[in-house]
């Protein structure tokens, strides 16, 4: 009854892809292009993005009649875990080459596809999720955004809210309602559309966030046309829809990731190794995060397969989001050689900056009272 | 077993689900596997055994955690993979393998009466691995040194994780069971997101020990430094989450469950046990950390691939 996670192994071709991201990396931090950072796929930085695109790091599994690499989700694995180990601020194309792309490769019309896909790969055209708003967060179904429809396409009035780089985005794949809500058919009614962020009727207000930094959004929708090719799927299949697309946010290694960098700045600044409380800390972080990287593994190679992994994404991400929230406070136990050398200082403010970040972690894509009643539902107990 | 399908695994799956409890090792049901060879899996083929067979070893220890087996078959087939790295035989009689820990406590098992057994005394911890093996009747005892003690220290990790992963397994699926069958305020008490919640928290841990311990037993078998990791990492994981499954499961069943009489407390008790030995979490943690410190801020990400690039 408790769930399995199939082992599977990264293909030959990892390494040097592996080696290749480094390089890459290595450059850009010669450069001055970044400071790692914690969540570094929630730091939206076109210029980054587009260094990606042009060094081949975005949209790797797509046709290359799109502009991709027709490589498997394995292999996209290997360059998404390096690029969030070094904190790099992938923010502007995470969205759109996690789900936003891959959603409109198996729904999206042909024109949506040209219009958008290649520009992705190239790091130019980004997504954001809209998905929740004022109402509706955990219970998505009740989202009251509505499409009419209108000669040619859709007509799109509402609200969405807490949108990652809602603000700072070209397109956002929404969940409207174009049916009027039904009691007894909840999920019914819903469709999933692609909209041009920039077109009339759409007003958007960064929304600053607790840590001082203007990361989420509202984003605010007064009669904006939508022609039909941007519908995604089916009208009145947006359930199906964006719960399949939650399986690809839910599933990689960013739910386990984001504080890998605060452990890097931890070894830079040299941890006191007199006692054995960083080495016991370091090793829990270690023994978590390996044993969390061979389930991410284990749920891309089941996406390669053609699986649907959701209970086992949900599962992935309460475990992975539990253990980023626990890093940055245990790490506080661990005492520093030096510690008022630059590093230790970086390292400091680097924890201070992350415990406080570290709240949304289990917020953002699902949180754990929502993942929860999914995994009880695998165990068969709903 | 998920990615490894093991025939031999299977078999002793059947043997011991066909066993009856019993107070003491059931020694009706070691007979049985002494003649299917089963504690000599790990010697070498011209010995009887199938050679560095770790995904087999983990799968017939899964098996005999989670039928809660009244049979000391980790320490036996273990002790016969270290004894046979010396050019050592034994008869089949059980052996126990006392490993006192990195501070010198003892190990728990010491104190449970193995009558008849051999016994084979291991210390692992430091460069080389130290034993002492005593044959039950009375023979001097004989020590030898093994070289390669962090690949000693692993065959245990791996053996301790999958003793632990099957018991793991069936008290998750105990909780789930009773869970669904127990009624309270007029419906199942699984229906109550109170109940749900903490065993769904439950089996993201078992389902990551499952990952971690297959990783393992896999690497082992490929040899090198990634096996000695993953086999650290699958012991630590899995003793950290058996005080966690144990508690909730418990919990699940409220008092039957704290019952000399109900069947839970096997699993359990297998659960704090088999935590302790060989290396507790706290142990293979500071292990591990000692690794990511000699690995540094360059290597820290490879070390989670098993991989020691220093």
Same mark, same amino acid.
């Given at each position: 009854?408790?769930?399995?996670?199939?082992?599977?192994?990264?293909?030959?071709?990892?390494?040097?892809?592996?080696?290749?991201?480094?390089?890459?990396?290595?450059?850009?931090?010669?450069?001055?292009?970044?400071?790692? /950072?914690?969540?570094?796929?929630?730091?939206?930085?076109?210029?980054?993005?587009?260094?990606?695109?042009?060094?081949?790091?975005?949209?790797?599994?797509?046709?290359?009649?799109?502009?991709?690499?027709?490589?498997?989700?394995?292999?996209?694995?290997?360059?998404?875990?390096? #690029?969030?180990?070094?904190?790099?601020?992938?923010?502007?194309?995470?969205?759109?080459?996690?789900?936003?792309?891959?959603?409109?490769?198996?729904?999206?019309?042909?024109?949506?596809?040209?219009?958008?896909?290649?520009?992705?790969?190239?790091?130019?055209?980004?997504?954001?999720?809209?998905?929740?708003?004022?109402?509706?967060?955990?219970?998505?179904?009740?989202?009251?955004?509505?499409?009419?429809?209108?000669?040619?396409?859709?007509?799109?009035?509402?609200?969405?809210?807490?949108?990652?780089?809602?603000?700072?985005?070209?397109?956002?794949?929404?969940?409207?309602?174009?049916?009027?809500?039904?009691?007894?058919?909840?999920?019914? &009614?819903?469709?999933?559309?692609?909209?041009?962020?920039?077109?009339?009727?759409?007003? /958007?207000?960064?929304?600053?966030?607790?840590?001082?930094?203007?990361?989420?959004?509202?984003?605010?929708?007064?009669?904006?046309?939508?022609? +039909?090719?941007?519908?995604?799927?089916?009208?009145?299949?947006?359930?199906?829809? $964006?719960?399949?697309?939650?399986?690809?946010?839910?599933?990689?290694?960013?739910?386990?990731? *984001?504080?890998?960098?605060?452990?890097?700045?931890?070894? /830079?600044?040299?941890? /006191?190794?007199?006692?054995? $409380?960083?080495?016991?800390?370091?090793?829990?972080?270690?023994?978590?995060?390996?044993?969390?990287?061979?389930?991410? #593994?284990?749920?891309?190679?089941?996406?390669?397969?053609?699986?649907?992994?959701?209970?086992?994404?949900?599962?992935?991400?309460?475990?992975?989001?539990?253990?980023?929230?626990?890093?940055?406070?245990?790490?506080?136990? $661990?005492?520093?050689? +030096?510690?008022?050398?630059?590093?230790?200082?970086?390292?400091?403010?680097?924890?201070?900056?992350?415990?406080?970040?570290?709240?949304?972690?289990?917020?953002?894509?699902?949180?754990?009272?929502?993942?929860?009643?999914?995994?009880?539902?695998?165990?068969?107990?709903? | 077993? *998920?990615?490894?399908?093991?025939?031999?695994?299977?078999?002793?799956?059947?043997?011991?689900?066909?066993?009856?409890?019993?107070? %003491?090792? =059931?020694?009706?049901?070691?007979?049985?596997?002494?003649?299917?060879?089963?504690?000599?899996?790990?010697?070498?083929?011209?010995?009887?055994?199938?050679?560095?067979?770790?995904?087999?070893?983990?799968? $017939?220890?899964?098996? !005999? %955690?989670?039928?809660?087996?009244?049979?000391?078959?980790?320490?036996?087939?273990?002790?016969?993979?270290?004894?046979?790295?010396?050019?050592?035989?034994?008869?089949?009689?059980?052996?126990?393998?006392?490993? !006192?820990?990195?501070?010198?406590?003892?190990?728990?098992?010491?104190? +449970?009466?193995?009558?008849?057994?051999?016994?084979?005394?291991?210390?692992?911890? &430091?460069?080389?691995?130290?034993?002492?093996?005593?044959? *039950?009747?009375?023979?001097?005892?004989?020590?030898?040194?093994?070289?390669?003690?962090?690949?000693?220290?692993?065959?245990?990790?791996?053996?301790?994780?999958?003793?632990?992963?099957?018991?793991?397994?069936?008290?998750? +699926?105990?909780?789930?069971?009773?869970? %669904?069958?127990?009624?309270?305020? &007029?419906?199942?008490?699984?229906?109550?997101?109170?109940?749900?919640?903490?065993?769904?928290?439950?089996?993201?841990?078992?389902?990551?020990?499952?990952?971690?311990?297959?990783?393992?037993?896999?690497?082992?078998?490929?040899?090198?430094?990634?096996?000695?990791?993953?086999?650290?990492?699958?012991?630590?994981?899995?003793?950290?989450?058996?005080?966690?499954?144990?508690?909730?499961?418990?919990?699940?069943? %409220?008092?039957?469950?704290?019952?000399?009489?109900?069947?839970?407390?096997?699993?359990?008790?297998?659960?704090?046990?088999?935590? =302790?030995?060989?290396?507790?979490?706290?142990?293979?943690?500071?292990?591990?950390?000692?690794?990511?410190?000699?690995?540094?801020?360059?290597?820290?990400?490879?070390?989670?691939?098993?991989?020691?690039?220093?």
């Amino acid at each position: 009854m408790s769930l399995a996670f199939e082992s599977a192994d990264l293909p030959p071709s990892a390494h040097a892809l592996r080696t290749k991201v480094r390089a890459f990396l290595r450059a850009q931090r010669e450069a001055g292009a970044y400071e790692p /950072r914690c969540s570094g796929w929630t730091v939206f930085d076109r210029a980054f993005t587009r260094a990606c695109g042009e060094a081949g790091l975005i949209g790797l599994t797509w046709p290359a009649r799109w502009g991709g690499q027709e490589r498997s989700t394995l292999e996209r694995y290997v360059v998404v875990e390096e #690029l969030l180990a070094a904190g790099a601020p992938v923010g502007a194309h995470w969205i759109a080459d996690r789900q936003s792309g891959p959603q409109i490769l198996r729904h999206g019309s042909d024109a949506l596809q040209a219009e958008v896909l290649p520009g992705i790969v190239r790091g130019e055209v980004t997504f954001a999720i809209g998905m929740s708003e004022p109402d509706s967060g955990s219970d998505l179904a009740s989202v009251r955004s509505r499409g009419e429809r209108v000669e040619g396409g859709w007509r799109l009035t509402g609200r969405k809210v807490w949108t990652t780089g809602g603000h700072l985005a070209d397109y956002m794949i929404g969940l409207f309602r174009t049916e009027p809500a039904d009691v007894q058919r909840r999920h019914a &009614g819903l469709t999933q559309f692609a909209v041009d962020l920039r077109t009339a009727g759409v007003t /958007r207000r960064p929304i600053r966030n607790l840590c001082g930094r203007d990361d989420f959004s509202e984003i605010t929708f007064d009669d904006v046309f939508v022609p +039909d090719s941007h519908v995604i799927g089916q009208v009145g299949d947006g359930w199906r829809l $964006v719960t399949g697309e939650l399986a690809f946010e839910r599933s990689g290694p960013e739910r386990f990731l *984001s504080v890998f960098p605060l452990l890097v700045a931890l070894l /830079r600044a040299g941890p /006191r190794d007199d006692t054995p $409380v960083a080495r016991i800390e370091l090793g829990r972080a270690v023994a978590h995060l390996a044993a969390l990287r061979r389930m991410a #593994l284990s749920v891309a190679a089941k996406l390669d397969a053609g699986g649907d992994p959701a209970t086992e994404a949900a599962l992935l991400k309460d475990l992975g989001n539990a253990l980023e929230r626990e890093i940055p406070e245990r790490l506080r136990a $661990v005492r520093l050689r +030096d510690p008022a050398s630059p590093q230790s200082a970086a390292y400091r403010a680097l924890l201070d900056d992350t415990v406080a970040d570290a709240t949304s972690y289990t917020l953002r894509g699902g949180t754990p009272e929502v993942l929860r009643g999914m995994i009880a539902r695998g165990l068969g107990l709903r | 077993m *998920s990615a490894h399908e093991s025939m031999i695994a299977d078999a002793v799956e059947r043997m011991f689900a066909e066993a009856m409890p019993s107070r %003491g090792v =059931d020694t009706t049901l070691w007979a049985t596997l002494v003649e299917a060879g089963v504690p000599r899996l790990l010697r070498p083929e011209s010995q009887g055994g199938a050679g560095d067979a770790w995904r087999d070893a983990a799968g $017939v220890l899964q098996a !005999a %955690g989670r039928h809660a087996a009244s049979v000391p078959l980790a320490d036996t087939l273990l002790a016969h993979a270290l004894l046979a790295q010396a050019g050592l035989d034994a008869d089949g009689r059980p052996i126990r393998l006392a490993v !006192a820990g990195p501070d010198g406590r003892p190990d728990p098992a010491d104190a +449970d009466a193995l009558p008849g057994a051999h016994r084979l005394v291991l210390q692992p911890w &430091g460069e080389a691995a130290r034993c002492i093996w005593m044959e *039950s009747d009375g023979a001097p005892a004989y020590e030898f040194e093994l070289p390669d003690a962090p690949r000693v220290r692993a065959r245990l990790a791996l053996a301790g994780a999958s003793m632990l992963t099957g018991a793991l397994r069936t008290a998750i +699926d105990m909780g789930v069971e009773y869970a %669904g069958l127990r009624k309270a305020f &007029g419906r199942p008490i699984g229906q109550f997101q109170a109940v749900q919640h903490p065993l769904a928290v439950a089996a993201e841990d078992v389902a990551a020990s499952r990952a971690a311990l297959d990783w393992a037993a896999a690497g082992l078998e490929t040899g090198g430094s990634s096996g000695e990791v993953a086999a650290a990492v699958a012991k630590a994981r899995a003793a950290e989450a058996a005080g966690r499954v144990a508690a909730i499961v418990h919990q699940v069943h %409220g008092a039957i469950g704290f019952t000399a009489e109900h069947a839970l407390h096997r699993s359990t008790r297998l659960l704090w046990h088999w935590r =302790d030995r060989w290396g507790d979490e706290h142990d293979w943690h500071a292990l591990l950390g000692a690794r990511a410190l000699a690995a540094g801020p360059q290597g820290l990400f490879d070390l989670l691939d098993g991989v020691e690039s220093r």
